[in-house]
């Protein structure tokens, strides 16, 4: 039954109401199989019908609130945070699943801002501001995820075989007041291989082929099996120009990407050979 989240959600709500906790596996057991919808109109029903449900949901948390804190280890603020859960389970049903499903059957996008992938972003964005200033607003947070989505202006990073810039990801869409809070870093591998998120089971290798002025092949000559390189307190000079200046880096190892790597990390993590993750 799906994810972790939807595991340890569905026992969770099964020690207060079992037909709630039903509710809930049929909603996400749902949300997994819209986008297999064979038309906009069937999609639309389903999805009116999905949002309803998590609305039932969310009514159901607020009126048993005593009953689910007394359950959870972090009482009151894991009750806040289903809540949240279940909010963005409805804005994704009902902001990205739509152009989602649209991308998957070729219907045009006019308007980049409503591509999933810039959708998807913008959200990421939203969520972070919610946990960092109304949720913790006092305390350090590490937040995890690709370089593509937590460098700070991918708009700015090209293709460099097509010269086509990115599309804004999750950085792009950040105050610029929240960034200066931020330490962002990307994380590079010169080899190896990993393995591919859209279905954690195709192993992707590393490309062989390299630019010798890439940002992998010159911290290659450090002989070193790991690197960490703080681009903050790194003056301009001669010897780091590289980081002022653009430069190719790798996207997931394989695609050739460049930037001005000041403009998008405050440090860098490059692993000399990776290894594909191992599922539990």
Sequence with gaps: MGNLFTKSTYEWIKQVDTSKADLFKQA?????????????????????????TYSTLEHFVEEHRKELATLSPQHEQDVDILLQSLKLRKETLMRYELPNWNVAHNVPIYDVEQH??????????????????????????????????????????????????????????????FKKQTYTVGIYAYSGASLDSSDNKTVTPVN??????SLESLLKYANHSSLFVDLVHTPYNKRTSWIYTPR?????GFLKEEMILKEQYDGIIW?????????I
């Design 28 to 52: 996400e057991e749902s949300m997994m199989k819209l986008q297999d919808q064979k038309t906009k109109e069937d999609f639309v029903q389903e999805q009116v019908k999905i949002n309803e």
């Design 116 to 177: 999933p992938m810039v959708l998807r972003d913008r959200m990421m964005a939203e969520n972070l501001e919610y946990l960092a200033e109304e949720m913790y607003p006092t305390e350090k947070m590490i937040v995890w995820g690709h370089n593509y989505h937590v460098r700070k202006n991918n708009s700015k990073v090209k293709y460099a075989d097509y010269g086509q810039n990115f599309l804004n990801n999750m950085g792009d869409y950040l105050p610029d007041s």
């Design 208 to 213: 062989k082929e390299k630019d010798p002025t």
């Design 248 to 252: 190719i880096a790798l996207y997931w």
């Design 271 to 279: 692993i000399e050979r990776i290894t594909p993750a191992k599922i």
